[in-house]
């Protein structure tokens, strides 16, 4: 059956200094408890090797937050898929909506990226979500499974079975403004309809979809209590150990 799971991206935050000591607050209050799903952070590239060498990796996952569409070779600045996974990290976020807006990537160059993670045995934490304006439009179905088709149908049952998906509105990331649940509930069944579809039931039953936008723990339980919310993607309050765990714990 899916993993429930509860992902930190701290995105272009923290020196090194401040990732490590973060990541090490996190590793130390995870060996407290049992959590009840998989706990990953995703570090800027710079604190991976670092990190990766602070961390129990039985307790907590490590993922870069995006990596290059090529191999290796004349992509000055780029940081490969490969060379995430030599710094010990096991996962890589993909398709970020910051991304695809800022750094204009295209489900084409994500379909590549997808296929170089998972060629060096990175697991993808692939996101799709709408605007607000195609929400209000009332396309936000058609955007997301648009997203999905494009960037990850021509996987094998076996390769996508390698994803975890994470729905994040994009009206919700950094805004303070959550889906309901009932927001998330609809989306996401909607996503393992479409995955079914494809791939069939068993596929879409096991894959994880986690909920993105604002998740909080004042909001975490209640998200992650609706049948196909397997878990969160974190921005803001994965920067604080404390409300990181207090998430984690929701579950
Ligand atoms: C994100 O960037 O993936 C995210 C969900 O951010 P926030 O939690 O800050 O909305």
């Given at each position: 059956m899916r993993k429930n799971i509860v992902a930190g991206n701290w995105k272009m935050n923290t020196s090194l200094q401040e990732g490590v000591q973060l990541a090490k607050e996190v590793n130390e209050s995870l060996k407290s408890f049992k959590a009840n799903c998989d706990v990953v952070i995703a570090a800027p590239f710079t604190h991976l090797a670092s990190i990766n060498a602070e961390i129990d990796k039985n307790l907590l996952g490590l993922g870069a937050e995006n990596c290059a569409d090529h191999v290796s070779g004349a992509y000055t600045g780029e940081v490969s898929a490969a060379m995430v996974a030599s710094t010990g990290a096991n996962y890589v976020i993909l398709g970020h909506s910051e991304r695809r807006q800022y750094y204009g990537e295209t489900s084409e160059t994500l379909k590549t990226k997808i296929g170089l993670a998972l060629e060096n045995g990175l697991t993808p934490i692939f996101c799709i979500g709408e605007v607000l304006e195609q929400r209000e439009e009332g396309v936000h179905f058609d955007v997301v499974k648009s997203q999905i088709e494009d960037a990850?149908?021509?996987?094998s049952a076996e390769d996508f079975g390698k994803i975890i998906l994470a729905y994040e509105p994009v009206w919700a990331i950094g805004t303070g403004k959550t889906a309901t649940d009932e927001q998330a509930q609809e989306m996401h069944a909607f996503i393992r309809r479409v995955i079914a579809d494809k791939y069939g039931k068993d596929v879409a039953d096991n894959t994880s979809i986690l909920y993105g936008g604002s998740c909080k723990p004042s909001n975490a339980a209640q998200l992650f209590a609706k049948p196909d919310v397997d878990g969160g993607l974190i921005?803001?309050?994965?920067?604080k150990a404390d409300s990181f765990i207090d998430i984690v714990k929701a579950f």
């Open positions: 990850l149908f021509e996987l921005g803001g309050a994965s920067l």
